[in-house]
């Protein structure tokens, strides 16, 4: 057995211990062979026919995201005779780490999925268990369309899936608070800490925070590292270039802790979910919120953060003295997309169905759509002009104005990194740190063993 499906059937062992069981496909067929799908004649069958799509858009949160997926469905249902689309809600940390991880290992992905680019996409790209898109691009004229975007979902100079927006990562503030306090968005990392300590010392918590799951505390600690230890350490761990217990990794590491024992999160972190986190900024408790630009969705019409529509800002993390690298670098990548089962190749109609739905949600419009109503940045190329004329989100002009400001950008930490250490951090060692039961260099220590064996295996 391969190596890489070795690794993939061990990760679906340890995660079905870290979250609850979601039933999975049985079937355990020899899995599909990806390659480019042959041209078919247009079908005359008009019987029934089924195409599964798991989705993640579980949540108030998220309720724009999927009134635009069901108008695509809706779509591709009405263009096509027989059709039904059978729409599969789960969780995205269900999805990526249990759910989809099993039916890829037993070779019976849905026909359209919801999957996280690097490294997923590219370990069930070489497993032969997702459709090669590149001659679909070409055909539908979109091979051009996503500039600097499908690295993610690249395997072998072949593209397997397609990034549904772009994200980045900074500080939502709350505006009408800081013009009541006289506070000001904090251009050097003094000023930022000043910032935190007043906030504290008015009786609020600083910073909204949910621990329960690590990737959300990581996102800052992630930023952190970046301005003390370079935008582009993580990438030299994973290549055994540079290690966790960098002095400067171990600073950021440190920064975080100080902002811990200070108080500047949410008391009881540890205990909320990703979803318990929006309440702590719209209600007021906490000013501050670090999280994904994605989260602007939150601030629309109909959603949970109405009333503070025209009350929110956006900011870059501020450079720290002496910090290594570009100090604008901020998270910006592509990885949440749709992926396509290498099965499909082999159904005339499910091919078509699936030709029809990267037509109807890739595209200008619909881009533009999640943009205006999601919040989701495009992934897709779209006209200057076109784009200035449709944003009049003052958020959203806020992001757009930091993003054009910034000289450098990396990708997620957990997009560059192989699967045991992503466990490691963030479902063992951030909650340890945030709980006071390890230190910031015994965690490089620890982090830093896991990376070596990793690091090991593959020589």
């Known amino acids: 057995m391969k190596k890489s499906l070795v690794l993939l059937l061990s990760l679906l062992l340890v995660t079905t211990t870290m979250l609850s069981a979601c039933s999975g496909g049985s079937n355990t067929g ?55 689309i059978k729409l599969d809600a789960v969780d995205s940390e269900v999805n990526r780490k249990e759910k989809l991880r099993g039916e890829m290992a037993a070779g019976n992905p849905p026909d359209i999925f919801d999957v996280f680019g ?71 990392f003094p000023e930022l800490e000043d910032l ?24 800052l600690t992630n930023q952190l590292w970046a301005r003390y230890a370079g935008p582009d350490i993580v990438k030299r761990i994973a ?59 939150v601030f629309k019409k109909g959603q949970s953060g109405e009333a503070m529509i025209g009350k929110v800002g956006f900011f870059n993390m501020p450079p720290v003295e002496g910090g290594t690298g570009e100090q604008t670098a901020l998270m910006r990548d592509s990885n949440n997309g749709y992926g396509f089962s290498a099965s499909v190749a082999d159904d005339p109609r499910k091919l078509d169905a699936v030709k029809k739905f990267i037509k109807e949600l890739f595209n200008e419009d619909m881009q533009l759509r999640g943009l205006t109503e999601d919040g989701v940045l495009p ?59 390890t230190t910031p260099g015994k965690m490089a220590e620890d982090l830093q063993k896991v990376t070596d064996e990793v690091l090991a295996n593959k020589e």
């Open 118 to 188: 690097s490294p997923d996409a590219q370990l069930y790209a070489k497993e032969g268990r997702m459709l090669d898109l590149t001659p679909i691009l070409a055909e539908l004229g979109l091979s051009d369309k996503f500039p600097n975007v499908l690295d993610p979902y690249t395997y072998e100079g072949k593209v397997y899936g397609l990034p549904i927006g772009a994200s980045a990562e900074g500080f939502f503030y709350n505006k009408e608070y800081f013009a009541q306090k006289g506070l000001q968005v904090p251009t050097t």
């Open 196 to 219: 935190l300590a007043k906030i504290k010392a008015d009786g609020k918590t600083p910073i909204a925070a949910a621990s329960k799951e690590g990737w959300v505390p990581l996102m």
């Open 379 to 437: 992934s897709m190329t779209i006209p200057e002009d076109k784009l200035n004329s449709t944003v009049n989100d003052e958020l959203m002009k806020d992001i757009i104005k930091v993003l054009n400001s910034t000289k450098g950008s990396f990708p997620a930490w957990d997009s560059q990194v192989d699967a045991d250490i992503n466990t490691e951090f963030s479902a063992v060692q951030i909650q340890k740190l945030i709980g006071g039961q």
């Open 30 to 84: 020899e899995p599909a062979k990806s390659g480019e799908p042959a041209k078919q004649e247009e079908s005359t069958d008009n019987s029934p026919f089924e195409v599964t799509l798991r989705h993640t858009q579980v949540g108030a949160d998220k309720k724009n995201r999927l009134a635009i997926l069901q108008d695509v469905v809706k779509k591709v249902q009405d263009e096509t005779p027989g059709l039904t």
């Open 239 to 297: 290549a055994g270039e540079a290690k966790w217990t960098d002095p400067n990794m171990v600073k950021a590491f440190a920064k975080h802790v100080d902002w811990e024992k200070k108080g500047y999160f949410k008391k009881g972190e540890l205990g909320f979910a990703y979803g318990d986190i929006t309440g702590q900024f719209t209600s007021g408790e906490a000013p501050l919120w670090f999280d994904g630009t994605w989260k602007s969705s």
